[in-house]
């Protein structure tokens, strides 16, 4: 199937190495790489250590599909906190709340 076509009205809950591999080249293309949209929205750098994950802008539970287009990349702090609520402005991860408690090592 067409990866511009693959995925509308499905509403089936997927994991990332789940969708087809053009699928997501076109949320890659579509978003000019691969970051979380929300960590680059608060000015922070995701850590090569926090896994990203394709996110619903609208969430399955609220009518949302795997449709290219409604998919983003997230780190799976934000993707896991924001949970099957709409977009809203972003909140700072876990991983850099913990990261600015640390004193800076010398």
Known sequence: MNPRQWGLGDRRRLAT???PAGVRALVDARQGGRFCVECRA?????????PLQLDHKQPLSEGGDNHHLNL????????????????????RPTWARR????PEEA
Not at 99 to 102: C, F, G, Q, S, T
Request: hydrophobic residues 35%.
């Open 17 to 19: 190495r789940d969708y």
């Open 72 to 91: 983003q990349w997230a780190c799976r702090a934000h993707n896991c906190a924001r949970g099957a609520r709409k977009l809203a402005a972003p909140r």
């Open 42 to 50: 608060l000015g922070i750098v995701t850590p090569p250590d926090e």
């Open 99 to 102: 990261r600015a408690r640390r």
